[in-house]
């Protein structure tokens, strides 16, 4: 099994930053790619960015690039999102979730960690 532990989250004003964690314990050779989803009051849970564990491949949802950075550090089996430049917009419960290369669905997920960006 796996667990994934985030945090980092907070309460923000527009045009700050945070940084979250995502810690990975376990069987965490099952995983290869690692993503930040998040989902806001009402709404559906988005894909914003995905890092492969081994590799240097990146993907950036659109409406955040230039603003969000994913980064992972293998030793502490840690990955972590850079959020810059925060809108109101942004304001979610984000998750971190680990996949396989070889199938479509994240399923491994974390409890999630509240971001809150204020006006």
């Known amino acids: 099994q796996v667990q994934l532990v985030e945090s980092g989250g907070g309460l923000v004003q527009a045009g700050g930053s945070l940084r979250l964690s995502c810690e990975a314990s376990?069987?965490?050779?099952?995983?290869?790619?690692m993503g930040w989803f998040r989902q806001a009051p009402g709404k559906e849970r988005e894909l914003m960015a995905t890092?492969?564990?081994?590799?240097?491949?990146?993907y950036y949802r659109d409406s955040v690039k230039g603003r969000f950075t994913i980064s992972r550090d293998n030793a502490k089996n840690t990955v972590y999102l850079q959020m810059n430049s925060l809108k109101p917009e942004d304001t979610a419960v984000y998750y971190c979730?680990?996949?396989?290369?070889?199938?479509?669905?994240?399923?491994?997920w974390g409890q999630g960690t509240q971001v809150t960006v204020s006006s």
């Open positions: 890092i492969t564990w081994t590799g240097a491949n990146t």
């Open positions: 376990g069987r965490t050779s099952s995983i290869q790619i």
């Open positions: 979730a680990g996949k396989s290369d070889y199938v479509s669905v994240y399923n491994y």
